[in-house]
């Protein structure tokens, strides 16, 4: 069936233990070291991991894998916050151990997938060798981790909160509590299953958001088009998002409820819910987080308590949301009545008591978590049945002659047929604007009784429009490999927000032409024309292309673009309805290409569909319950013309009044001022309507203004009081800086009269060593020309000693010669020349 299951309800069970995977394979264009070693390290997360150390060469082998552990909720909260990978690569010296750092690389998370994906090259940022372009190939994946515990809470290491487990669970250890999906049975089982043997529903709604913009700081900068934001949380360890929305001043979004069945016990829900206290949710535009809260869950189940049993208990209100780096910026405190903010509502109850009157919030939508073809419902009962921006219109009539459509079982619809006894089985989509309790034709005998019991406004130029989609084939494949595809869309406009799919799983090879089954969906609504091109003109229809595998989870591969408002410019073709009234049918035909998903924007395959446009007109009167005069008007139209007898043969003189002409012509009259005063009262709701748009979109501005204006007062007052303490501050600053130049001035003087002394000092002592040194050099210029007199004397006499000397030699060599001729002194030397033979 492509319409069991709302619309993002395509939950697969998936293990929550996975392993973040790095592969670091070799290098190139490193240079050669040979007394070096390289090894790269690996941090995330504040855990580092490193590779054995290789050899330094220009083409280094590594092969190495790097894991860590990680839960889904880890790593979704680690991908919103941009957490990096960092490695970073060294060389070593065996010799000194000194380790150098070459460079580092900075790996995305959001880039891995649990598909298997080629490595990648990635060049070395802040790169040592400047001459070379080093890169290391790296790729990074998901793994299942098969060796996970089945227990993945955080706080699996404490104990509970409320301090002990229940004396009737005596035998059984916090740590057992833990969640296991049963696809089967459709339901999340929490607890061994011996214990569990009561059902639960639990439900999380998001219904409002208010003061938003505070969480977007000024230096901050979102995408250039249109951003989209949304709240996520995690129920169960399945991730939710609600419907986008574009403005954060006046946040406009359809409360969406998300429901998990459950199988426990009270006594296990109360542990686990001690043990698991807070929901946490996240307000993200793209995969940035702008601010989260907390809501406590603890409040539930109260020890002892049996209030569930009656009723369902429900934790709500409105919770402030937080950016997510407050802490470290150190923020001022915003006001309580800027601070932004985040209705939610939280409810358990026991499986078959009745929830109608769970949620008094203004719920138009609902949002239900399912991983089978079990339905859980959870309908949510409308205090108010016309939303803000949402005028009722009136439904189709129950005999209207359009074939039967693939939308007949809708998860919405069919849970509100079981709770709403009364509501007419319409088995057709219902239109946005339309309240499926008012969908129930009412006796013309009892019109004015009802009318005046609902009170339903109807807009007089509402249309009955006719909308069919036919996915006709797929062909033209261009991926090598065959798939084995499903098609998915879903279109809220047309009253149903749950996902339309094609069933069974189709396969597709190259060179085929394929046509789908189960392809073809009709939708029933009532709208008004503009709203009808304005939608179809702003929003296309995406048309998501799935392959199914049993060994595996299922891959989205591509997303087709279908332009809804190129059926409005189509030729017309006239028809007759069934009561014979004039309709309009316009039908287009074309093929669109499936781009792909993920990486370049590949076309993948083609898809050939026709789309059909048939407008029935103006809703009628007779349908709609407005007011007591329009249901006098309707019974008029409903009451059948009196036509006069034929008059009898017999009389040959009529009163003019009574000829059949004259009749005629009254009742013609009659007509015109009716539709005159229909016209006039369409012009009068037309003004009414436009003048009420125009007073809501000047309150709106006038909302906007007055929120920006808050915002940048309070910007202002905490600019201001930062500039005052700042004041003070320069004050003192000031103040200080006078006291040290007095200071400076004082020493100043100090040592300028420090200085003249110790000149004056100095000249003296210059003077008084000038004085003898004058007195010094006078003495030895005495001594001097004292020492000059002795050396000229000393001079003489060795002079004379000289002379002396000279005439002594002389007489001396004289008496030399003078002896040696005596023969004595030859006798002698004869003598001693014997002595010495």
Excluded at 146 to 152: E, I, N, R
Excluded at 479 to 487: A, E, H, K, S, T
Excluded at 575 to 602: D, K
Excluded at 607 to 633: A, C, F, H, N, P
Aim: include cysteine.
């Amino acid at each position: 069936d492509p319409a069991c299951g709302p619309r993002s309800a395509t939950m697969v069970s998936k293990s929550d233990q996975l392993l973040i995977v790095v592969s670091i394979l070799e290098g190139r264009h490193f240079p050669k070291r040979p007394k070096h070693l390289l090894v790269v390290e690996a941090k995330f997360d504040g855990e580092q991991l490193a590779t054995d150390p290789v050899e330094h060469t220009d083409q280094p082998e590594f092969a190495t894998e790097l894991a860590w552990e990680i839960d889904r909720k880890a790593l979704h909260q680690h991908r919103l916050q941009r957490t990096p990978i960092k490695l970073q690569c060294f060389a070593l010296d065996p010799v000194s151990s000194a380790k150098e750092t070459i460079g580092y690389i900075v790996l995305d998370l959001r880039t891995a997938q649990e598909t298997k994906q080629a490595p990648k090259w990635y060049q070395l940022l802040s790169n040592k060798y400047t001459k070379f372009k080093t890169e290391i190939q790296i790729g990074i994946a998901l793994e299942t981790d098969t060796k996970a515990p089945v227990d993945s809470f955080k706080a699996k290491g404490a104990p509970p909160r409320d301090g002990k487990v229940p004396a009737s669970l005596s035998g059984l250890d916090p740590k057992d509590i833990v969640v296991v999906l049963n696809e089967e049975g459709g339901y999340h089982q929490i607890g061994p299953a011996e214990y569990c043997s009561d059902f639960f529903i639990m439900s999380v709604t998001i219904a409002f958001a208010t003061q938003l913009e505070q969480l977007i700081p000024c230096t901050m900068k979102l995408p250039e088009r249109q951003p989209e934001f949304f709240f996520y949380y995690s129920l169960l360890g399945n991730d939710v998002t609600n419907e986008p929305f574009n403005d954060l001043i006046n946040p406009n979004f359809e409360p969406e409820r998300a429901s998990v069945r459950i199988r426990s016990s009270i006594e296990i829900l109360h542990v686990y819910l001690a043990l698991q206290s807070k929901l946490q949710i996240h307000l993200c535009c793209g995969d940035q987080s702008l601010g989260s809260t907390e809501v406590p869950l603890t409040g539930l189940l109260k020890k002892g308590s049996t209030e569930i049993n009656q009723r369902p208990v429900t934790v709500e209100g409105a919770f402030i949301l937080d950016p997510p780096n407050r802490a470290k910026q150190k923020l001022a405190p915003i006001p309580v009545e800027l601070a932004p903010t985040v209705g939610v509502s939280v409810a358990l109850q026991r499986e078959g008591i009745d929830a109608q009157s769970l949620i008094e919030l203004k719920t138009q939508n609902e949002h239900e978590l399912q991983h089978s073809k079990k339905q859980v419902l959870t309908p949510i009962k409308e205090k108010t049945l016309t939303g803000p921006k949402s005028p009722s219109v009136s439904p189709v009539p129950p005999q209207n002659p359009s074939p039967p459509t693939k939308d007949d079982a809708t998860g919405s619809e069919a849970e509100s047929l079981q709770y709403d006894k009364d509501t007419k089985p319409n088995p057709k989509a219902v239109g946005p604007s339309i309240p499926a309790s008012v969908a129930q034709p009412v006796p013309a005998s009892h019109a004015s009784e009802t009318a005046s019991g609902q009170k339903i406004a109807v807009p007089a130029t509402s249309h009955h429009f006719c909308f069919s989609i036919d996915l006709r084939s797929i062909h033209d494949l261009e991926v090598g490999f065959p798939i084995n595809c499903i098609l998915r869309y879903s279109y809220p406009f047309f009253g149903s927000a749950a996902p339309i799919m094609t069933n069974p799983p189709i396969e597709v090879r190259k060179n085929m032409e394929v046509f789908l089954p189960q392809s073809y969906c009709a939708f029933d609504f009532a709208t008004l024309p503009h709203q009808l091109q304005d939608t179809f003109l702003r929003i296309p229809l995406l048309v998501e292309l799935w392959h199914k595998d049993k060994m595996s989870k299922d891959l989205l591969l591509g997303i087709a673009r279908i332009q809804l408002s190129n059926v409005l410019s189509s030729e017309k073709t006239r028809f007759l309805g069934s009561s014979g009234e004039q309709c309009w049918r316009q039908t287009y035909s074309e093929s669109v290409p499936f781009i792909a998903a993920q990486g370049s924007n590949n076309r993948i395959m083609d898809l050939s569909y026709t789309v059909t446009l048939e407008d029935y007109g103006l809703v009628k009167m007779r349908e709609i319950l407005v007011s007591d005069s329009s249901q006098g008007l309707s019974a008029v139209q409903q009451k059948p013309p009196s036509v006069p007898p034929a008059p009898c043969p017999s009389e040959v003189l009529t009163e003019p009044r009574e000829t059949l002409e004259y009749k005629a012509a009254l009742e013609l009259e009659m007509w015109k001022e009716m539709q005159e005063d229909i016209f006039e009262n369409q012009l009068k709701q037309k003004e009414l309507a436009h003048m009420q748009a125009l007073a809501e979109e000047w309150k709106k501005r006038d909302r906007e203004r007055e929120s920006l204006v808050k915002k940048k007062v309070a910007e202002y007052t905490v600019l201001e009081g930062k500039l005052q303490k700042t004041l003070i501050d320069l004050e003192k600053r000031e103040q200080q800086l006078v006291l040290a130049e007095s200071e400076v001035q004082r020493e100043r003087k100090e040592l300028k009269l420090e200085r003249e002394r110790n000149l004056q000092e100095l000249q003296d002592s210059i003077r008084r060593a000038k004085e003898d040194c004058v007195h010094q050099v006078e003495l030895e210029r005495l001594k001097m020309r004292q020492l000059e007199e002795d050396k000229l004397r000393l001079q003489q006499q060795l002079n004379d000693a000289e002379n002396k000397y000279k005439i002594l030699e002389k007489e001396f060599l004289q008496f030399k010669d003078q002896q040696s001729n005596k023969p004595e002194i030859r006798l002698q030397s004869e003598i001693n020349l014997l002595t010495l033979e």
